[in-house]
């Protein structure tokens, strides 16, 4: 019998580019695409789902005979401290939605994908380690980092194959930001095109760790394709790629848009920035499923450049 993958927030960053990944290696027919609002675009098939209605969630998995859930829907770290408790009853009671129709239904595996948010001001900035000190100070961080503990909960208690990344701040041509505080790195390419200029929210030194959405689809696809004997961590892997401030993107843009100017207008997302990392040891994922970046920020911003301009 194929695998059939149901992926929440299908319609989202992550999920609008898992989705196509996804279906050319499983087949387009096996993969249930759900969000809260209907797609823009129909891509395969589709279902409308409220990630908060658990009946519904339990019935399309039994329906399509699920083996696979991709669980994406959130709400992000900007857009989670506009509304903190909405963010927290998404994120939180969304998750054990998910992990609660797992166990019931019998699905083999679960995707769930933390963040750098878990992390904060007492975390070792440069090089942060598998194992630190992790206290978030956003309510989307807050929430990730419980729900990497249920999930290594739901591993041990009740034997269900949870596997999570901590996904740096994730940077693409296909889809427009969505509400999270590393988003600088995908306005940026297209004020620079449509505009020539840019007015950044965080300060120009601004390191925090980055990567380009193919090596984030990739690493997730190869996680979830990893034999569980590999799997040695069960909460969330760290995983790194690019490492690069503001000021450095636009040094790397400018190679391309000669004319291409930034100016810098910190707000409130300049606070969410500070507590995080500027950089990540991901040697645990490298080590255990032999995780390997592709792109170089000079490589990504040829390619970000190239694909904007072709749309």
């Not at 399509?64 to 998404?90: C, D, F, M, N, T």
């Not at 990497?148 to 889809?175: A, M, T």
């Not at 207008?265 to 499923?289: E, H, V």
Request: negative net charge; glycine residues 6%; contains cysteine.
């Amino acid at each position: 019998m194929p695998e059939r993958i149901l992926i929440t927030g299908a319609n989202g960053q992550i999920g609008s580019e898992l989705s196509l990944a996804l279906s050319k290696i499983y087949g387009e027919e096996n993969i249930i695409n759900t969000d809260i609002k209907y797609p823009s675009k129909q891509q395969g098939i589709f279902e409308q789902l409220d990630i908060l209605d658990e009946q519904r969630l339990a019935q399309l998995v039994g329906d399509y005979r699920v083996s696979q859930i991709y669980h994406l829907a959130a709400i992000l770290s900007a857009a989670g401290e506009q509304k903190p408790k909405k963010a927290w009853e998404i994120n939180m009671t969304g998750l054990f939605n998910v992990l609660d129709t797992a166990v019931n239904l019998k699905v083999a595996k679960v995707f769930w994908p933390s963040t750098i948010a878990v992390f904060g001001n007492s975390t070792p900035k440069n090089n942060t380690p598998q194992h630190t000190v992790a206290e978030p100070q956003t309510v989307y961080g807050i929430s990730k980092l419980a729900g990497e503990n249920w999930c290594q909960y739901y591993f041990e208690h009740k034997g269900l194959d949870v596997r999570s990344l901590r996904y740096p701040g994730l940077i693409s041509y296909l889809s427009p930001p969505g509400g999270g505080t590393t988003d600088y790195a995908v306005d940026i390419f297209y004020q620079a095109l449509e505009k020539g200029s840019y007015e950044c929210f965080l300060a120009e030194d601004t390191r925090l760790p980055m990567m380009y959405m193919p090596d984030a689809i990739r690493a997730t696809i190869e996680l979830m394709q990893a034999p569980a004997e590999q799997i040695s961590i069960r909460t969330s892997y760290n995983i790194a790629a690019l490492s690069f401030t503001p000021a450095e993107l636009a040094k790397a843009i400018q190679k391309h848009l000669g004319h291409f100017k930034i100016t810098y207008q910190p707000d409130y997302r300049q606070q969410i920035a500070a507590t995080w990392p500027g950089s990540i040891d991901d040697s645990q994922a490298r080590k255990d499923w032999h995780w390997q970046p592709a792109y170089s920020i000079d490589k990504m911003t040829k390619d970000m450049i190239g694909n904007l301009s072709l749309k």
